[in-house]
């Protein structure tokens, strides 16, 4: 009998940070394709599109008209998602959708508020992040620190999601190259998760370490297997920032960026470490594009910690994840579909195959090697 | 102060199926969409294409040949993400990909085996359930019954998941219509968090009803809602099933088929019973089909049951989720990312407002009605 191979056999493997497994079968990308194809995100933008309701100097959906700015640039959502003010669901309003018989147990429902905000990566319509300068990242991640701040000194609201879309395939709703932030008066479901397992991770050792934290220890363990030929899942780093394909990745290609000392959020970091995530962000996203030689499609997410003054703020460790869906080709993506949504996340390659591959990659972005 | 409106204002709804919350913004689809414009899925087929490798008489990828069937046909599937009779994962292999300083907490591994098979719906390439006949679609659910029966009786397999990916845009990755089963060696994220949920209820409710069912509950509730002009979620049904668009809904048009009499499993349901399920998967597809009149795309899934054996069997409640991602159009659909895939889930319209729009559609497929 032949012995248990990583890359050829399923397994399945534990995300810590969720509490959810992912089932991992790294012999299927052999499959032959005859599914969807998409459209190379290749084209040649403008600098400024006239028509884009984000570039400088233009109107907006809504009538507003957007500052002539020269570097990042943010302002309210025109279609948020959550807003302030709003009126509290009452019994009677719950009533009316729920029908007069229905158990409370089987109809809940919370009314939810908050802010949305977009934030412009700069005035430039053609520029996603791996083309910008580090300088001009170093200035998002100040705008993304300034919105932080702001929205926590909000006492309505308790955590502040900080998102991009890049790519069309990803549901960019409008090309120009933006993050955005969506802040909740309540800590949302997949943050929420990740809380309960610091806290559990803390309490587990705290006879031993009364500091003791999940991503602390995950990433001691992944910095120090640098080194191994088998188990080398580090992508990038510096002094400050790991960036890794987690041992229980669900994308292709997915990574996350971690912070190397237990920093619970964005706000935290001092102006050393907004340099150094600015670096780690302009040379993860590089390598993406570079792959397949296109503008490289995914989500990317900070979690951190609740606003100031919630009590879990202190377990939690500042990190990005990056959902990006490409799988064979720029035109040949990932899904996560039947049995993913109906039983449980599967991907094609092994967390130790994606990390070599992005290491393989050029720190030089191709466009510029091209010239 | 005006007051609370579930069709003007942000709330979120609980799931109690699975414990998650989903963010409901009705407002959100005003907003101005230049993302993503998918190709419409109504190009014409051939009834049988010869490149197919699921249509009767043609070589598949791996050199087998598929019988000249005239019914549903089942298959092992070539490229099965799970298969039996491989080796176990070891201490040792676990460690060459951990690396050897790795806890046992944050790098879990389970070695996972199973079967994957392949159900065609029919012969015809070009008919998807909405254009098949009642009498096809019964011979479709006896063929899950058949491979549900027959993979029960392997004590190495705990559950078995079917579902379909039907178009392009969910992932399918051969347009011949077909049907899957991947079956496992343990019960998988989402059908397992279910079961807790069902246990928790059962238990809760033991004293008054000793087979008190969250399921029986909620589709009772569901039915008897059908007379209300604003908690009307029912789109159809017949003396065995309902299918309702549930209050927790995620994508925009998602359904759920649910049996109105305890039953935990495709393998339960009698010949009547079978018919029924027949009748209202081919009137909620039809249905389906018609909202935007095209080739409607979605990812259904089974769930029910674990095998034979399995303590947790009983508690199940046979139901069929549908999860189709268009919104505004057949070629606008929803985007579950950045906040989604961070946060929490989201839609833009509520579920009482998707389950009129199903209402309102004809029962006559819209190809037929054109004739
Ligand atoms: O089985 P298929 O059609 O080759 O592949 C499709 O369904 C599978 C099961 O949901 C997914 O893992 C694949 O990503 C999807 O493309
Ligand atoms: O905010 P946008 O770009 O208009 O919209 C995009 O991101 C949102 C937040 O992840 C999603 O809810 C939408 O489905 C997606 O299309």
Redesign the interface.
């Known amino acids: 009998?032949?012995?248990?191979?990583?890359s050829d056999?399923?397994?399945?493997?534990?995300n810590?940070l969720t509490g959810?497994?992912v089932?991992c079968?790294p012999?299927?990308s052999?499959?032959?394709?005859?599914?969807?194809v998409e459209e190379v995100s290749n084209e040649q933008l403008p600098q400024h599109d006239p028509q884009c309701?984000l570039c400088p100097g233009n109107t907006r959906?809504t009538g507003a008209r957007n500052r002539s700015y020269s570097g990042t640039y943010v302002f309210s959502n025109?279609?948020?998602?959550?807003?302030v003010g709003?009126?509290?669901?009452?019994t009677d309003?719950l009533e009316?959708?729920?029908?007069s018989?229905?158990?409370d147990?089987?109809?809940?429902?919370?009314?939810?508020?908050?802010e949305c905000k977009v934030i412009c990566l700069s005035p430039r319509h053609d520029l996603t992040m791996p083309e910008l300068s580090t300088d001009e990242i170093c200035q998002v991640v100040r705008a993304w620190q300034d919105v932080y701040a702001e929205l926590s000194a909000n006492p309505a609201i308790r955590?502040v999601?900080l998102?991009?879309?890049k790519g069309?395939?990803?549901?960019?709703?409008?090309?120009h190259p933006h993050s955005?932030v969506?802040a909740?008066s309540?800590v949302?479901?997949?943050?929420a998760k990740e809380i309960e397992s610091f806290k559990a991770?803390r309490d587990?050792h705290a006879a031993v370490d009364p500091c003791a934290c999940?991503l602390c220890?995950?990433v001691r363990?992944?910095v120090?297997?640098v080194g191994?030929e088998?188990?080398n899942r580090v992508v990038l780093q510096n002094d400050s920032f790991v960036a890794l394909v987690p041992?229980w990745a669900v994308w292709p290609l997915e990574t996350m960026i971690v912070a190397k000392s237990h920093v619970p959020s964005i706000a935290h970091l001092d102006s050393v470490q907004v340099q150094h995530l600015a670096e780690i962000l302009q040379g993860l996203t590089i390598r993406y594009d570079n792959v397949f030689q296109c503008s490289f499609p995914y989500?990317?997410?900070?979690?951190q910690a609740p606003t100031a003054g919630d009590p879990d703020s202190g377990c939690n460790h500042l990190h990005l994840?990056f959902?990006p869906p490409l799988l064979r080709s720029a035109t040949v993506r990932k899904?996560?579909?039947?049995?993913e949504?109906?039983?449980?996340?599967?991907r094609d390659l092994?967390a130790?195959q994606a990390a070599a591959r992005l290491r393989a990659q050029s720190p030089i972005h191709y466009k510029r090697a091209q010239k």
Chains 1, 2 share one sequence.
């Open positions: 009998a032949s012995s248990f191979s990583f056999h399923s397994h399945r493997r534990f810590p959810s497994w089932l079968s012999h299927r052999k499959r032959p394709w005859l599914g969807q309701y959906a025109d279609y948020a998602a959550l807003c709003q009126p509290e669901c009452t309003a009316s959708v729920a029908g018989g229905a158990s147990e089987l109809f809940r429902v919370v009314s939810a508020h908050g955590y999601q998102f991009e879309n069309a395939m990803m549901g960019c709703s409008n090309p955005q969506w909740l309540e949302p479901t997949e943050p991770f587990r999940l220890s995950y363990t992944e120090a297997n191994s088998s188990a041992f989500s990317m997410g900070v979690h994840h959902y899904f996560q579909v039947g049995f949504m109906m039983a449980e996340c599967q092994t130790e």
